[in-house]
């Protein structure tokens, strides 16, 4: 819901404003709910290295992260931009292995082969019939695999900020303030930030779908994962927010009246059976 709601914002208002809008809404939302929920609209109190890796989660997953996947599903469609995005699970078992020295099995190192080849497959059935250029093309590929490695990192760091049972919707509301505080300084430095707010006044049907997106995504998503987390392994939870390309195959068929042929998939199918893999305990 979250990707239908950003393509089709992304498509009116352009996927920079989509970015800085969407983190806004988000933002005013959690400190509703984190005052209901928990009488303080935003947790001083949670300790300075806390905020830290919170902070750093969101500027890169959050601001960078979502930024490049706009920009993916401007060119190439939220059906792919999306499978690109199930990229991210084969990066995290990278990342901790560099970082944290955590060894990869023989498994994972098929199941990463397994989720690259299927992706591979699904990317190398070529996109004119749908309306893309080459250019386009190879642009939103670029950039839905950069959302996938900052969503990435974003997670593994999230995870280091989220220790002792920290609330998800107070992190994600940290991560949210660090993003918006990051997207809108840039705006202001580029000259862009009154440019965005005409844009958003001028582009209501923007603005609806943006607030839709935001909804499920940044508020909704971003919190129900960071819960997910918290309460089981990484790599469970990675696997199963892997599924939304699948989910999207119907929906991008019989609402976008995007073609789809068996290459795309089965290759769709073989990737999501990779990030599975990756995790087989």
Known sequence: MSAVGFSNATSVLGSQVTNRLRVVLALIALIVINTVLYGKPIPFDAGLERWGWLTLSGVIGLALGDAFLFSSYRHIGPRLGLLLLSLAPVFSAVIAWGLFGETLTFMQMLGIAVTLGGISWVVLVRGEENGQSQHDWRKGILFGILAALGQAAGLVL?????????????????????AVASLWIVALFQGQAVKTVQTVIANPKGLRWAIFGAFFGPVFGVSASLLAVQHTAVGVASTIMALPPVVMLPISYFFYKEKLNWQSILGTLVAIGGVALLFLR
Do not use: V, Y
């Not at 999230?158 to 660090?178: E, H, V, W, Y």
């Open 158 to 178: 999230s995870k280091q900020g989220m220790g002792d049972n920290f609330s998800p919707f107070a992190a994600t509301l940290i991560r949210m303030i660090a």
